[in-house]
């Protein structure tokens, strides 16, 4: 049985969060903890997906290796996400590959455990079934983003998604390195920099791995803006 902290986490994420108190003890009483170093492969695509995984602590990035040789980003995850429940509870294989960006712990849930009190408790269903239509609208909301949004908003958008507060200024931590960032972000390295001096037009300056935002409000309205606005709103 895992100890408070980690339960508190893998409780909070979608998949578990609104099933019933006794379900979750039958669930967790068979998963496994696991920690990764920084580089460590959890899996790679196309072996077959037998477990869901929740992350404790930490950040799990998921990828693809393309025919020539490029890494494509696909999302990454952090404390309390889960991953991997539409292949394993179909019984496929992983269609990514999954690394440790950082040191990071990772429950890992049997598939055949969930499977099973599926077919005995069929009124949860709905619930772990809201966990995969998450992640699909995830991937939606990227796609829109990459053809919505100029670079330099999808950047401010995830320095928004990070910060601590609703209004006022703050300081975020970037949580991995900038090549990681571009690649999630569907941007070059080279492009990700320019999208950080762009932003200091609103406010935003980068030091090393923290980004000082002025106001959270203002960079909200720059990355909700027309594109073309926006633009020419950064210059």
Not at 47 to 62: C, F, N, R, T, Y
Not at 90 to 116: F, K, M
Request: net charge negative.
């Amino acid at each position: 049985m895992p100890d408070d902290a980690t339960r508190a986490a893998v409780r909070s994420s979608l998949i578990l969060k609104s099933l019933p108190a006794p379900i979750v003890d039958t669930v967790l009483a068979s998963a496994v903890e696991k920690r990764y170093d920084r580089g460590e492969t959890l899996f790679l695509q196309g072996e077959p997906a037998a477990a869901i995984h929740i992350v404790v602590e930490g950040w799990v990035k998921l990828y693809r290796i393309s025919p020539n040789g490029t890494e494509a980003v696909v999302n990454v995850f952090t404390r309390g996400h889960s991953f991997g429940e539409a292949v394993a509870l179909r019984d496929l294989d992983y269609p990514v590959s999954a690394e440790a960006v950082t040191d990071c712990t990772v429950t890992q849930i049997p598939a055949a455990t969930l499977i099973g009190i599926m077919r005995d408790e069929p009124g949860i269903c709905m619930s772990i079934l809201a966990s995969t239509f998450q992640h699909l609208h995830e991937l939606v909301q990227q796609i829109e983003q990459m053809k919505a949004q100029t670079g330099t908003q999808r950047v401010a958008e995830f320095l928004i998604e990070l910060a601590p507060v609703e209004t006022g200024s703050c300081v975020v931590t970037l949580p991995y390195d900038k090549v990681l960032i571009a690649g999630r972000l569907g941007m070059k390295p080279e492009s990700l920099s320019r999208a950080f001096a762009k932003l200091r037009g609103v406010g935003v300056r980068i030091t090393r791995n923290n980004a000082s935002i002025e106001s959270v409000e203002r960079l909200r309205v720059f990355a909700e803006e027309d594109p073309a606005a926006a633009w020419n709103h950064a210059l």
